[in-house]
């Protein structure tokens, strides 16, 4: 008896070349730029589109790393598997982390981005930059990595300091791996809620396009 012949799933149709992501914010920068260029008044009325895409990034940026890191590794059932990859991530992250200092140190220097606009550097508030600065250079390697040890679980989440949401996430999830059988509950009740906010940030990177739209250049 012959079997039944399997149909092939058919393929998902194709997006439009004006509907992918990269496209339309590709289009939404020229737009941006072209916008604050000739009409400067009316692109700073839009600004607050961007500054609103900003914070809903940031406002899904803790629960979508402590969800992932928590639930990947309570997953891992061999706990030396989870060490070798943490190396590994921290080596990547060190590795790419110095490579963006220099590749924005030779941006600075070279291309000198913001040159020739039409802006007073004495309108400036340089104390913003002052402060960060002060702390950076009173900052040492013990104080940085005491810093990233939140005072308390909810702190981490609420200053939304990405560090401390890594490194409680990390022991939350080996906790959860540790624990075995009991702590299925709490793993699946995590897995459950990645798919809500997953789908919420989805949303949020489908209005990127808009974030670019206040965005102000002055002629020289």
Do not use: W
Request: glycine fraction near 8%.
């Amino acid at each position: 008896m012959l079997a039944p012949p399997i149909r092939s799933a058919s393929p998902a149709p194709r997006k439009a070349f004006y509907a992918k992501p990269y496209v339309q914010v590709l289009a939404a920068i020229v737009l941006g730029v072209a916008l604050g260029h000739f009409y400067p008044e009316l692109g700073e009325s839009v600004k607050p589109l961007g500054d609103a895409f900003i914070r809903l990034v940031k406002m899904i940026i803790a629960p979508v790393i402590f969800l992932t890191i928590a639930t990947g590794i309570a997953g891992v059932n061999d706990l030396h598997k989870v060490g070798r990859v943490a190396s590994k991530a921290m080596v990547y992250f060190l590795t790419f982390s110095t490579l963006a200092l220099i590749v924005g140190l030779v941006v600075a220097n070279v291309v000198q981005p913001g040159a020739g606009l039409n802006i007073d550097p004495a309108s400036l508030d340089a104390s913003t930059v002052n402060t960060y600065a002060a702390k950076a250079h009173e900052q040492s390697v013990t104080g940085f990595l005491m810093n990233i040890i939140p005072s308390t679980i909810v702190g981490a989440f609420a200053q939304g300091d990405i560090l401390q949401v890594l490194f409680f996430s990390v022991l939350f999830g080996i906790a959860l791996a540790l624990v075995a059988e009991t702590g299925k509950p709490v793993v699946c009740f995590l897995q459950a809620v990645i798919a809500p906010v997953f789908k919420l940030a989805a949303g949020h990177l489908a209005r990127a396009p808009l974030s670019h739209l206040g965005e102000r250049v002055k002629p020289a």
